[in-house]
């Protein structure tokens, strides 16, 4: 999940490299996916071409073995069919008709002859089926050669034996492939005369293989060098031609059974087998396809989620927020970089750690215990954000704003928790420059309250000082007729004692009025002077003693009487008492000049403490300053509280608008209202002390 450890420009310069690397690495799998497919259906069909080839081969090997075997016991049987000819019980005059029976039956024998030792004929007997004679004359009288070497092999063996292959031509300039085969007679051991039997080769095919023989196929004798003796069959012939061969053993002589099978050319789907193999390649094909297809799919959908994460990291990483996630036990799982950041430690210093290295360790425990709180899921999450202090990898703090909520995974299981962090050390740097302005603003007000007040300071210390003045001239007078008596030594004490105490009771006067003047200017002074910000419990009847002085400086001027009304048994308000009186003296100031018009017959200014009304717990105080004077018009009752805002000449505006942000930083309202029968009056709340405090 965190891939810190990369740098997203070294990821993008090797970006292209690992996309190309990836696509070939893709396309070389399935290419090699599809030639391994397309390889292995060519071998299947190859294979299934070649297995029947195997079986056609197989078939006609077995036609060959099961065509010689025919031959061979047909062979047989005829030399026992010869050799009954000359059976002892038979008489040698019917021989002729005996052999003439067998060939009428045996139509591979062309010809059957009886010699004797000395090799005379003594019978011979022709097939009816060839009306053509031999066309050797001699034949009769003299054995073929072949018959002749083949006999002296029968003598040898003392057994039937075969002649080798000859071609005989026989009438019209016909002829034929024949065999001999010479059968010795024996009697009383020794041999007494042959028979000699004329196969024709091809005769023998008709005889014994024809039966069998399909029409596709072709069977004949061939010599060991291939040469064919005698040939039958295939009236039809394909493009494609199998061929077996199998050896016909005889004594004597070896022939060769060849036999050649033709089948069509062969075709893709040569067979049920074939097709079946094919069949399931088309099969094996579709789903690779649909595999291809899902594959797509699955790639795309891997884009699009690597577009979605890749999305999700970039707006991580661009968040100003600082995110950190942990587990079920306290560790933590995740830290976006802006976390990192924030308090200075890298991904991997954070991760998997359950005490968080950027606890002050002042607050260590306070936090421990609030995350095992936290963890035994006691309470529920604070949605509202709580502050606390991190402190950076360098030791430097950060106020933090905390949100957390609980980390429910894609199965709705409660996995951890998740917390967002705001770093509020700016914010609280604004507050502080805010409230530095706001002090010195309010400062400022004051000065310029005092400069308003320096005019009324000497209307009102020019009382004093003309009465100081006029009596120090008293005494003086006094003092230079005392000198100017000449009976001032024998005066009467009587008089002397009145002067005395005339001049005590002008000093205690001047004396009076001097201190007057004195704690004009003290009062004065203390406003200005006074910076104390801290809240305390104080009375509304000190709140507003400590501005009566003030007031009355400018109400005398005015000629307006200021009334005050306290409720009896209201508590003492929670406040800075400074603020609150220089907003008393503002509003009290305000409402006197309100009044300063000849219209105005009813020149009396109400201070007002009292309890809110409903307020039944007692929690608030409300003080408020009624004047009888002009009102507030609609048009400037909208712009009242808007800093710089006056209708006076010599105003500056910015004393409604700080005596509202007094009055809010204390958590209290102000407001302003119509003063039945005339005038405004303007009350504000304050917090009231509670013993908890
Ligand atoms: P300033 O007193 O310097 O003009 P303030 O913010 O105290 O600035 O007052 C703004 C304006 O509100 C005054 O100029 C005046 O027109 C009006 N105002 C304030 N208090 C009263 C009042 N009690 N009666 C009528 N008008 C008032």
Not at 456 to 477: D, F, R, V, W
Not at 597 to 622: M, P, Q
Request: charged residues 20%.
């Amino acid at each position: 999940m965190n891939g810190l450890s990369i740098s997203p420009s070294a990821a993008l310069s090797r970006w292209p490299w690992r996309r190309w690397r990836t696509a070939w690495r893709r396309w070389s799998l399935w290419t090699l996916l599809v030639v391994l497919v397309l390889s292995m259906l060519i071998t299947l069909v190859w294979l299934a071409g070649r297995y029947e080839a195997s079986q056609v081969q197989d078939k006609l090997e077995r036609d060959t073995a099961n065509a010689v075997a025919d031959i061979r016991s047909a062979l047989g049987r005829n030399l026992q069919d010869l050799q009954a000819l000359n059976a002892p019980s038979r008489t040698d005059a019917d021989w002729p008709a005996r052999a003439a029976q067998l060939l009428q039956v045996r139509r591979e024998l062309m010809r059957i002859e009886w010699r004797d030792a000395g090799m005379h004929v003594l019978g011979q007997a022709e097939t009816p089926y060839r009306t053509q004679q031999w066309e050797d004359p001699l034949r009769s009288q003299e054995a073929h050669p072949e018959a002749a070497l083949t006999c002296t092999h029968a003598r040898r063996i003392n057994g039937p034996s075969y002649s080798p292959s000859y071609f005989q031509l026989l009438a019209e300039g016909l002829g034929a492939e024949m065999m001999e085969v010479c059968l010795p007679l024996t009697q009383s051991g020794h041999i007494s005369g042959f028979v000699i039997g004329t196969y024709n080769l091809q005769s023998l095919l008709i005889a014994h293989v024809s039966k069998n023989l399909p029409r596709t196929q072709e069977v004949s004798f061939t010599e060991p060098d291939g040469t064919r003796l005698a040939l039958l069959g295939a009236s039809w012939r394909g493009t494609r031609m199998f061929t077996a061969q199998q050896l016909l053993d005889l004594p004597g002589s070896t022939l060769v059974l060849r036999m050649d099978s033709w089948h069509r050319a062969p075709s893709v789907f040569p067979n049920v087998l074939t097709a079946l193999v094919t069949l399931m390649s088309i099969a094996l094909v579709s789903v690779v396809v649909v595999l291809v297809r899902d594959n797509r799919r699955r790639l795309r959908a891997e884009r699009d989620l690597g577009d979605a994460l890749a999305f999700r990291k970039a707006m991580e990483d661009s968040l100003v927020t600082g995110l950190r996630a942990r587990d079920l036990q306290g560790r933590i799982s995740y830290v976006n970089p802006a976390f990192c950041a924030m308090v200075g430690f890298t991904a991997d210093e954070l991760l998997g750690q359950d005490r968080a290295p950027y606890w002050p360790p002042e607050l260590a425990a306070e936090y421990a215990q609030r995350q095992d709180h936290r963890l035994s899921g006691a309470t529920p999450p604070v949605r509202e954000g709580h502050e606390s202090i991190f402190m950076r990898k360098d030791g430097t703090r950060v106020p933090v704003l905390i949100f957390e909520a609980p980390l429910i995974n894609a199965q709705g299981q409660h996995t951890g928790w998740m917390s967002a962090f705001i770093d509020i050390s700016e914010q609280k740097r604004m507050e502080e420059i805010s409230r530095a302005s706001q002090e010195r603003l309010q400062a400022t007000a004051r000065l310029a309250t005092v400069g308003e007040m320096a005019s009324l300071l000497s209307h009102e210390l020019t009382q004093p000082l003309a009465t100081i003045s006029s009596y120090a001239t008293g005494s003086l007078n006094m003092l230079a007729m005392a000198a100017e008596d000449p009976t001032g030594h024998s005066s009467d004490g009587k008089r002397q004692g009145q002067q005395l105490q005339d001049l005590r009771m002008i000093m205690e006067r001047i004396s009076f009025q001097a201190s007057r003047a004195g704690r004009v200017i003290k009062s004065v002074r203390d406003f200005v002077r006074r910076r104390d910000q801290s809240r305390q419990a104080v009375s509304a009847n000190e709140l507003l003693d400590a501005i009566l002085p003030l007031i009355t400086l400018q109400a005398r001027k005015l000629d307006v009487r200021v009334v005050t009304e306290i409720e009896p048994g209201l508590p003492a308000v929670y406040c800075d008492p400074t603020m609150v009186e220089q907003v008393l003296l503002n509003l009290a100031r305000n409402g006197m000049q309100a009044m300063d018009s000849r219209e105005i017959t009813r020149r009396e200014l109400l201070l007002r403490a009292r309890r809110v009304a409903g307020d039944s717990h007692g929690r608030w105080v409300e003080l408020s300053v009624a004047d009888y004077g002009s009102g507030i018009p609609e048009t400037v009752a909208e712009q009242l509280f808007t800093p710089f805002f006056t209708t006076r000449d010599e105003g500056m505006g910015l004393g409604l608008s700080l005596c509202r942000t007094v009055v809010e930083q204390h958590g209290g309202q102000l407001q302003h209202s119509p003063h039945v029968p005339q005038g405004t009056v303007f009350a504000f709340t304050l917090p009231a002390h509670t013993e908890t405090e």
